[in-house]
């Protein structure tokens, strides 16, 4: 008897979550590298306008700076999960190879490939 290969449903439907989460977790750190650069853009229009002193500027560029590493590292970090989780899903896909059957009224045949 034939058998077709079939999908590990479970597996995969948790490795789709996984990248799903990985996927919304980026964003969320993209809003968060925005707002901590959008924070120091309006310290520096303060700056300008003589609201704050030059090394309080200066402590705030390098808070901002630690925090954007850190946010970017997270980043990466988030992009490389989510690239082997991908890898994994396709993996898993690309192993359901297509077989050609057929029926006749012997039984049930699967075609070989040709080399």
């Given at each position: 008897?034939?058998?077709?290969?079939?999908?590990?449903?479970?597996?995969?439907?948790?490795?789709?979550?996984?990248?799903?989460?990985?996927?919304?977790?980026?964003?969320?750190?993209?809003?968060?590298?925005?707002?901590?650069?959008?924070?120091?853009?309006?310290?520096?229009?303060?700056?300008?306008?003589?609201?704050?002193?030059?090394?309080?500027?200066?402590?705030?560029?390098?808070?901002?700076?630690?925090?954007?590493?850190?946010?970017?590292?997270?980043i990466?970090?988030?992009?490389?999960?989510?690239?082997?989780?991908?890898?994994?899903?396709?993996?898993?896909?690309?192993?359901?190879?297509?077989?050609?059957?057929?029926?006749?009224?012997?039984?049930?045949?699967?075609?070989?490939r040709?080399?």
């Amino acid at each position: 008897m034939v058998e077709i290969k079939k999908v590990d449903n479970v597996k995969l439907s948790s490795l789709i979550r996984e990248f799903n989460f990985l996927a919304e977790l980026i964003r969320a750190r993209q809003d968060e590298k925005q707002a901590v650069l959008d924070d120091f853009d309006s310290e520096s229009k303060r700056y300008f306008f003589g609201k704050v002193s030059k090394n309080t500027l200066k402590s705030s560029a390098s808070k901002t700076n630690k925090e954007i590493s850190r946010l970017d590292k997270d980043i990466k970090k988030c992009i490389s999960k989510a690239k082997k989780i991908s890898n994994e899903s396709m993996k898993m896909i690309l192993n359901q190879t297509y077989k050609k059957v057929s029926a006749t009224e012997k039984g049930i045949f699967v075609a070989s490939r040709k080399k």
